[in-house]
């Protein structure tokens, strides 16, 4: 058996010495897909994926400008770094962004990572990623006032802009029988509505319920819209009604955190 094994060796020795040698680098450019090792990871991507971003350490170690140091045992190359958060790396050269679970715990090692293969656009991905994850961790504040005049009308705040923009598409303005959407002068910026009057210049203009266009809208009716909107968003009603009101559309002042 022995001397088999060093028969079928010498033979492929003299057919081609290079299948019996460890790789050295990456496969030949040709070749669309290169397998590395990461940390004991293997992971298969193809060749355009790694050089997307030029001057990042798996672009010049795929194009050859940095020479491959260590290879594994199969002769694929070997990077000493963490195998499992390597998925990251690789998923953000596929899609073009981060995309991490909700649960994702390992933002500092990711952002290493980021640095030592030199992705820079890994990095700022992932800070305004941690940003947008500290905002929804934030209490949201939700304030509705009314004056019950109609020079004042009602104002809406909310720190969470998407609440106001969830308030704005239940509401359309009709102008001659035509939808002209949430009209601008309501809007005092992205977490502010000020509904002062309802009827433009413009004979026939009504603000009506998105769902229902023959419904007038009235202040009664946007504080309570509103109301209803909050309440189904998870936010939680703080002020202490007074009885004597008869109802929340009669306060002057309503407060919710979420």
């Not at 819209?225 to 009603?237: D, Q, S």
């Amino acid at each position: 058996m022995e001397w088999n094994l060093r028969r079928m060796e010498s033979e492929l020795r003299q057919i081609n010495p290079d299948l019996l040698q460890p790789s050295k680098s990456f496969k030949k450019p040709s070749s669309g897909t290169i397998t590395i090792n990461v940390g004991g990871y293997l992971y298969a991507a193809q060749r355009h994926t790694l050089v997307k971003h030029p001057g990042s350490l798996l672009e010049e170690m795929v194009t050859g400008k940095k020479p491959v140091v260590h290879v594994d045992s199969m002769g694929n190359t070997f990077i000493d770094r963490d195998g499992p958060i390597f998925r990251h790396v690789l998923n953000f050269l596929r899609m073009g962004e981060l995309v991490l679970p909700d649960d994702f715990k390992e933002a500092g090692l990711l952002r290493r990572e980021a640095n030592f293969y030199r992705l820079s656009e890994l990095a700022q991905a992932l800070q305004d990623w941690e940003q947008q994850q500290a905002t929804q961790h934030e209490p949201a504040f939700l304030e509705v006032t009314d004056s019950h005049e109609r020079s004042h009308g009602l104002r809406v705040y909310c720190s969470d802009s998407t609440f106001i923009e969830k308030v704005k598409k239940r509401l359309v303005q009709i102008s001659k029988s035509r939808l002209d959407g949430f009209p601008e002068e309501f809007e005092v910026s992205s977490n502010i509505i000020q509904f002062r009057h309802f009827i433009k210049s413009e004979q026939g203009s009504r603000l009506v319920l998105k769902q229902d266009s023959t419904f007038l809208c009235t202040l009664e009716c946007l504080k309570l819209e509103t109301v209803m909107l909050a309440l189904k968003g998870g936010f939680r009603l703080l002020t202490s009604l007074d009885s004597s009101r008869g109802s929340v559309v009669q306060c002057e002042a309503l407060h919710f955190v979420k």
